[in-house]
């Protein structure tokens, strides 16, 4: 009787040990993070790191008036024309202005002369390169300048920035008027000038206050031998 006692008690702890094997398991659930990839986007094929101001722009654009054959010095091209005079010294600065009074031409009464004289200078370049601009209220001011007598540009509109033409020179005398076609909305035509060589180099810097219909002049000899 005891053995069978003893034997019922093994078989039901056995019976227990089994059923505890067969629990279930508890699993401990990890939420996934958000690694969603962004969407993609068609490329813009009219993007561009570049804006249309960062390119230069081309001889037909505004920038270059085919009626004047006219350009604008400050534009990277002609830059070293123009950065040549920073290079001077200062007195020389002061010093051109010593010859602008004549081309200014104005009288005691107010009124302004008809012609202005803007100098001679002698040279061995095979052009000039003249820059003008309206130094005072731009208003308007129209300019024609002449080589020799003869129209060589009819009509440049001055603005707050250098324009200016190239003039071949012929061997000998070389005569450059500049004749006031208007006088703008405020009074005188008004210009600053400014004239290079061939090389860039400032050779006169001057001014001038004219009447509608007068000239300035000036006078460039041109000479083959080296300056």
């Known amino acids: 009787m005891r053995h069978s006692i003893l034997l019922f008690i093994i078989m039901g702890f056995s019976t227990f040990l089994y059923a505890q094997g067969e629990l279930p398991r508890k699993s401990i659930s990890i939420k996934a993070e958000n690694n969603v990839l962004p969407e993609s986007k068609t490329p813009d094929n009219n993007s561009s790191l570049l804006k249309a101001q960062d390119f230069m722009p081309s001889p037909l654009s505004d920038r270059y008036n085919s009626n004047t054959s ?61 820059a003008c601009r309206d130094h005072e209220y731009v208003d308007g001011d129209r300019v024609r300048i002449y080589l020799n007598d003869s129209i060589v540009v009819y009509d440049i509109i001055l603005e707050a920035g250098f324009k200016g033409i190239d003039i071949p020179l012929q061997k000998g005398f070389n005569k450059i008027d500049f004749q006031a076609l208007n006088q703008g909305t405020s009074g005188p035509n008004t210009a600053e000038l400014r004239v290079y060589n ?14 509608t219909g007068g000239k300035a002049t000036m006078i460039v000899v041109k000479d083959d031998e080296e300056e």
């Open 198 to 211: 061939d090389k860039g180099e400032l050779m006169s810097a001057n001014e001038w206050l004219l009447n």
């Open 70 to 130: 006219s350009f604008d010095l400050s534009t990277s091209e002609n830059e070293n024309f123009m950065q040549k005079e920073q290079f001077l010294n200062n007195g020389t600065k002061y010093e051109k202005r010593l010859n602008r009074s004549s081309a200014k031409g104005e009288d005691r009464g107010g009124n302004y002369k008809t012609t202005g004289y803007l100098g001679d200078f002698k040279t061995n370049s095979a052009f000039v390169r003249l």
